[in-house]
């Protein structure tokens, strides 16, 4: 009889187990809320976070040998971004939404500082500019104030050295500048459609 129940007892608990492992298997989550979802590594250390903080969502992910977050996603009031960093906590690359609600794209050296920005432009139009290793502008590329193109150069200290473009004309202009800015030669073309090349000494 004893054995009789405990079999019986067995069967009852094998069939329940059976159960309660299908329905594992097929369950299903339709809708899951959290306010913050962390993730860590096999270790238990935090390697990424989701979340939200206040009106800002977020996501990102970092290695262990990073003291910051190597890539972060962030929705924030004043615009998305998505930010690269380096094993040293750099920013090296960020893709987002600058101050006038355009598109922008950096890049830093290994030491955080600028080297190339590619973004709209707020009067209309797009434009690439070039840093030097002081984070100093010394080539910008894009479209000027008449929708036309040019370029521009700068030297060490900050001081436009050639433009390089169209004209109020809508025709070529060159401009060469000295060391601190002020126009040397001009090539052009005057209202008449002729060329026209002037030199200034002083």
Do not use: C, P
Request: proline share 0%.
């Amino acid at each position: 009889m004893n054995h009789y129940f405990t079999g019986f007892i067995s069967a009852v608990i094998l069939t329940t187990s059976f159960f309660l492992f299908v329905g594992a298997k097929k369950r299903k989550i339709d809708n899951l809320t959290v306010q913050k979802i962390t993730i860590v590594d096999n270790a238990g250390n935090q390697v990424g976070e989701i979340g939200s903080d206040r009106m800002d969502s977020y996501f990102w992910l970092k290695s262990l040998k990073s003291k910051k977050a190597g890539i972060e996603f962030s929705s924030k009031r004043k615009g998305s971004s998505l930010v690269l960093r380096n094993l040293k906590g750099k920013e090296i690359v960020n893709v987002g939404i600058d101050k006038d609600n355009g598109g922008s794209f950096l890049l830093n050296d290994r030491n955080g500082v600028s080297s190339l920005r590619m973004s709209s432009l707020s009067q209309g139009g797009g434009g690439m500019t070039v840093f030097n290793l002081r984070g100093k502008e010394t080539v910008f590329i894009g479209t000027n104030k008449i929708n036309a193109g040019q370029v521009k150069t700068y030297n060490g200290l900050g001081s436009e050295t050639i433009f390089l473009g169209t004209d109020q004309n809508d025709a070529g202009l060159l401009s060469v500048n000295n060391n601190i800015g002020s126009s040397r030669a001009v090539i052009g073309v005057d209202q008449s459609g002729k060329g026209v090349i002037n030199t200034l000494v002083k």
